[in-house]
Structures are given as structure tokens and as C-alpha cells.
T-cell receptor
């Protein structure tokens, strides 16, 4: 079935560790890609997005993601996490002509001081 | 510029009651989307509306759920005769019209608890 897959449901890191969260999708055609973050008790906020151009996109708070078209992947990275990065992270795909975002199941990140 | 607003933030209903969730899009946005987040799951698309029109309701359950976005006022997601399985967080998002930027801006959500 066509889907958006996030490989890790729970990730636990210590502060200053590097982070990489995987996201793969299985849709063909033109897509736009997003990473959203949901801090505890808060609403979804956009971290970064890819529409076209440079496949390495930079977002807020030191996050970046790389679009690899051949692998249908859009992995999220941060070189050094902080305790304040504790949140749930969602990858989402917008398929042109379908008018909706398709979300992955989310990855809960816990960063310990 | 206020963001997407949803109310109530928390709603408790007993089985069989009706739930009405409201969403006011960002100023200038005419497209509204509703998503549902069940516990331990990602967001699932429910319905996409423009003013006075339902464009895509492919994610809506066939019964008890309805949505509208009138010419004036907020978008309403209505759930009739709620059941325990309707307990979830319901998020509304909006986007501007006629743009190549299909970024959606999310509201804070309404957490529905059915007792």
C-alpha cells in the first residue's frame, strides 16, 4: 500500500548526540515533503519543507533534511540535540492533485540532559 | 496575524451525544483541512473544504461525521452519536488560495474524550 513510513517510533538520546530520523514514502509523481514537530501539549509546527531545488533543506532550530529522490527518502537530521528538542516528529507528503497531507506515524524523541 | 484557531481545546462527551468542533482559518486562507490523530498514531486526513464546498471527503467515516465551511463563520466538524472510538485529537489546518505553496498551517487541536 502507498504510505509514508517513519522507521523509528521512539528514540532516546543524550544531549549533544546526533539525530537522524528516517522517512520513506511510496508515491510516484510530484510530491512536496514536510517535517512537522509537536512539542508536548502544543500544536504542530513546521520544521522544514522541500518543494524543489537543492535537495538539502535547512529548517528552524538547526534541523535539516535531505531529499533523495532515488530512495524516496526525506530523512531529518540535527548534529547536536538539546533537551528542548524532546517532542514528536512527523514526516508528511503532499501529493499534487490529491489535496491532502499524508503523515507518517510519528517518532517520539526523548532527549536526556 | 492570528494563526489557525480551534475551539474548544478539550471536549468531553458521553456516548450518544453530539460533538461540534470549530476551526477558524488564518486570515486570507480559504482552504480548510481536518485531520484526526488517534492515540499512538499519526494524523489521518478526513476532509478538505473550501468556502461552501466540500472538495474531498475521502477520509471521513461514512456515518455520523459531517463537515461544513460556510460563507461566514468557522468550519465545523460535527460528530453525531459519539462512541468511545471517536476519542482522538482533531486538528484543523488552513492554506491560502491559488498558490503553489501548499504548506498547511495547523491549529492547536481539539482533544475529544468520549466517556
Amino acid at each position: 500500500a502507498q504510505s509514508v513510513s517513519q522507521h523509528n517510533h521512539h528514540v532516546i538520546l543524550s544531549e549533544a548526540a546526533s539525530l537522524e530520523l528516517g522517512c520513506n514514502y511510496s508515491y510516484g509523481g510530484t510530491v512536496n515533503l514536510f517535517w512537522y514537530v509537536q512539542y508536548p501539549g502544543q500544536h504542530l509546527q513546521l520544521l522544514l519543507k522541500y518543494f524543489s531545488g537543492d535537495p538539502l533543506v535547512k529548517g528552524i532550530k538547526g534541523f535539516e533534511a535531505e531529499f533523495i529522490k532515488s530512495k524516496f527518502s526525506f530523512n531529518l537530521r540535527k548534529p547536536s540535540v538539546q533537551w528542548s528538542d524532546t517532542a514528536e516528529y512527523f514526516c508528511a507528503v503532499f501529493r499534487w492533485g490529491y489535496n491532502k497531507l499524508i503523515f507518517g506515524a510519528g517518532t517520539r524523541l526523548a532527549v536526556h540532559p | 496575524n492570528a494563526g489557525v484557531m480551534q475551539n474548544p481545546r478539550h471536549l468531553v462527551r458521553r456516548r450518544g451525544q453530539e460533538a461540534r468542533l470549530r476551526c477558524s482559518p488564518m486570515k486570507g486562507h480559504s482552504h480548510v483541512y481536518w485531520y484526526r490523530q488517534l492515540p499512538e498514531e499519526g494524523l489521518k486526513f478526513m476532509v478538505y473544504l473550501q468556502k461552501e464546498n466540500i472538495i474531498d471527503e475521502s477520509g471521513m467515516p461514512k456515518e455520523r461525521f459531517s463537515a461544513e465551511f460556510p460563507k461566514e463563520g468557522p468550519s465545523i466538524l460535527r460528530i453525531q452519536q459519539v462512541v468511545r472510538g471517536d476519542s482522538a485529537a482533531y486538528f484543523c489546518a488552513s492554506s491560502p488560495p491559488n498558490t503553489d505553496n501548499n504548506e498547511q498551517f495547523f491549529g492547536p487541536g481539539t482533544r475529544l474524550t468520549v466517556l
